[in-house]
Nanobody, 131 residues
């Protein structure tokens, strides 16, 4: 298994946008639900991470936490083994390290929200939103 590689993080002012990308060279990618998590620095990746949003293996379903609904969208390209997190109308409270994670062998419309369902984690990318 190879770790997902995230990119696209950075610093923006409140109200701005960022687009995170995640690519994983994992044979089971097309069979995996994918999720984005975030954590404030100092926590343990995974256990101390907050589920932000996820997308089912076939891309037909996406779920988000209430605080980002209407501002964040997720998409995936199975041919490129990549997922994307479009973040608009960013707020200072969105500041965190964002992690991409894979939950292999999920059913078509399943989007797990528990961190321990995701077994392959990236190294994270920092997102900083200033007021």
């Amino acid at each position: 298994q190879l770790r997902p590689v995230e990119s696209g993080g950075g610093s923006v002012q409140a109200g701005g946008s960022l687009r995170l990308s995640c690519t994983i060279s994992e044979p089971s990618f097309s069979m995996s639900a994918m999720g984005w998590f975030r954590q404030v620095p100092g926590g343990v990746p995974g256990k101390d991470s907050e589920f932000v949003g996820g997308i089912s293996r076939n891309g037909a379903r996406a779920d988000f936490i209430d605080s980002v609904k209407g501002r964040f969208t997720i998409s995936r390209d199975n041919a490129k083994k990549s997922i994307y997190l479009q973040m608009d109308s960013l707020k200072p409270e969105d500041t965190a390290i964002y992690y991409c994670a894979a939950a292999p062998y999920q059913d078509d419309l399943v989007v797990p929200t528990r961190w321990n369902t995701y077994i392959i984690w990236g190294q994270g990318t920092q997102v900083t939103v200033s007021s």
